[in-house]
């Protein structure tokens, strides 16, 4: 089993930023890559970014590209994402989730954290 526990959330006006993490514990060995998604209300849960733990190689969705940074530290299992230049349609509660392959497919990530809310006011 793995548990994750994410923190960071918040209430930010447009154009501000929040810095989420992830922390995960348990059977981290089996983890190849974790993973950030977000769900609006209304709409289906969405990828975000993801990491290796190994390479620190990275995926990122198009909406998000050039605005969030995901970064990962081995020694306290832990991976965040550091979002910047925020808008209202970032507005969901992320999860972080883990992967034994970097993927975007939401299907492909096993554990899940319990979310985290973003609200983004304009």
């Known amino acids: 089993q793995v548990q994750l526990v994410e923190s960071g959330g918040g209430l930010v006006q447009a154009g501000g930023s929040l810095r989420l993490s992830c922390a995960a514990s348990g059977r981290t060995f089996s983890n190849y890559a974790m993973g950030w998604f977000r769900q609006a209300p209304g709409k289906e849960r969405e990828f975000v970014a993801a990491i290796t733990w190994t390479t620190g190689t990275t995926y990122y969705a198009d909406s998000v590209k050039g605005r969030f940074t995901i970064s990962r530290d081995n020694a306290k299992n832990t991976v965040s994402v550091q979002m910047n230049s925020l808008k209202p349609e970032d507005t969901a509660v992320y999860y972080c989730?883990?992967?034994?392959?970097?993927?975007?497919?939401?299907?492909?990530?096993?554990?899940w954290g319990q979310g985290t809310q973003v609200t983004v006011s304009s």
């Open positions: 989730a883990t992967s034994n392959r970097l993927s975007r497919r939401r299907n492909d990530y096993n554990y």
